[in-house]
């Protein structure tokens, strides 16, 4: 019997506004990490303007951005904020990266003192702080087969967990949410934000392999094994950014 094909559908949100450090690094991988296990792979730029049907994707994607590029993202999530949340609630898994994860919560307080109000998919709220936050990351992670995630922070927002977010890593080297509690990003459901760029999934194979049955087992309602990789030299990648602090 022919069996169907795999299909993943991936919106990319606002490539082009909220897309720095590489962030689109993380479309690339996805893609490659599907079409190297024969499943087909259809992503979708999301741009200023465009309003969504949630029902149309299974896996959702938006990097980082400046302050003034986060204005503009806000107003245009908004727009699609309620579809967002029902895939959200559907267990469609999200990542978002830093500028777009603040924006998935309550509100960004910016350097400036504009107070920009996000879809509130994470309980979580970030103001600008009076310093950056840069510099490489290692953390640690509890819901994954190899414990360590590393990846590159550069943000002002200092962003604090409601009792609805669960922190996503705790950091062993590096800022993480605030500097201060050494949590790192947040989950709620399917959706993980986080602060780290890197981008964050091609030295952290693991991770986007985790997404990406999130994706599968969610649409096709079965848990759907993936195929191994040879991933030696990501994992160099990976064991070269561990800090030695660590
Ligand atoms: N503008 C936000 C901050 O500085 C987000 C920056 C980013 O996306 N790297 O915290």
Same mark, same amino acid.
Request: with cysteine; aromatic share 10%.
């Given at each position: 019997?022919?069996?169907?094909?795999?299909?993943?559908?991936?919106? %990319?949100?606002?490539?082009?506004?909220? #897309?720095?450090?590489? &962030?689109?690094?993380?479309?690339?991988?996805?893609? /490659?990490?599907? +079409?190297?296990?024969?499943?087909?792979?259809?992503?979708?730029?999301?741009?200023?303007?465009?309003?969504?049907?949630? &029902?149309?994707?299974?896996?959702?994607?938006?990097?980082?951005?400046?302050?003034?590029?986060?204005?503009?993202?806000?107003?245009?999530?908004? /727009?699609?904020?309620?579809?967002?949340?029902?895939?959200?609630?559907?267990?469609?898994?999200?990542?978002?990266?830093c500028?777009?994860?603040?924006?998935?919560?309550?509100y *960004?307080?910016?350097?400036?003192?504009?107070?920009?109000?996000?879809?509130?998919?994470?309980?979580? %709220?970030?103001?600008a702080?009076?310093?950056?936050?840069?510099g490489?990351?290692?953390?640690? $992670?509890?819901?994954?087969?190899?414990?360590?995630?590393?990846?590159?922070?550069?943000?002002?927002?200092?962003?604090?967990?409601?009792?609805?977010?669960?922190?996503?890593? +705790?950091? +062993?080297?590096?800022?993480?949410?605030?500097?201060?509690?050494?949590?790192?990003?947040?989950?709620?459901?399917?959706?993980?934000?986080?602060?780290?760029?890197?981008?964050?999934?091609?030295k952290?194979?693991?991770? $986007?392999?985790?997404?990406?049955?999130?994706?599968? #087992?969610?649409?096709?309602?079965c +848990?759907?094994?993936?195929?191994?990789?040879?991933?030696?030299?990501?994992? *160099?990648?990976?064991?070269?950014?561990? $800090?030695?602090?660590?």
């Amino acid at each position: 019997m022919q069996k169907t094909p795999l299909k993943l559908r991936v919106a %990319h949100l606002y490539p082009d506004l909220l #897309n720095i450090y590489g &962030d689109m690094g993380n479309i690339a991988t996805i893609e /490659k990490r599907l +079409k190297w296990r024969d499943i087909e792979v259809e992503v979708s730029k999301i741009t200023a303007g465009t309003t969504i049907n949630a &029902d149309d994707y299974d896996l959702f994607f938006a990097g980082g951005g400046q302050d003034n590029q986060q204005i503009l993202a806000a107003n245009e999530l908004m /727009k699609n904020g309620m579809e967002l949340m029902k895939a959200a609630q559907a267990g469609k898994p999200m990542l978002v990266i830093c500028g777009s994860y603040q924006l998935f919560g309550k509100y *960004y307080l910016t350097a400036d003192g504009q107070k920009l109000r996000g879809i509130s998919i994470l309980d979580v %709220h970030t103001e600008a702080g009076d310093s950056r936050f840069i510099g490489n990351v290692t953390a640690v $992670c509890d819901f994954l087969p190899i414990r360590t995630i590393v990846g590159f922070e550069n943000h002002s927002g200092l962003t604090y967990l409601g009792e609805d977010a669960e922190p996503l890593f +705790k950091v +062993k080297v590096g800022y993480g949410n605030n500097g201060a509690d050494k949590t790192e990003g947040a989950r709620f459901n399917n959706v993980f934000g986080t602060y780290l760029h890197g981008p964050v999934l091609p030295k952290n194979p693991h991770f $986007c392999d985790y997404l990406i049955e999130l994706a599968l #087992n969610t649409k096709y309602n079965c +848990k759907i094994p993936l195929l191994p990789l040879n991933d030696e030299i990501e994992y *160099y990648a990976h064991e070269a950014r561990i $800090c030695a602090k660590y």
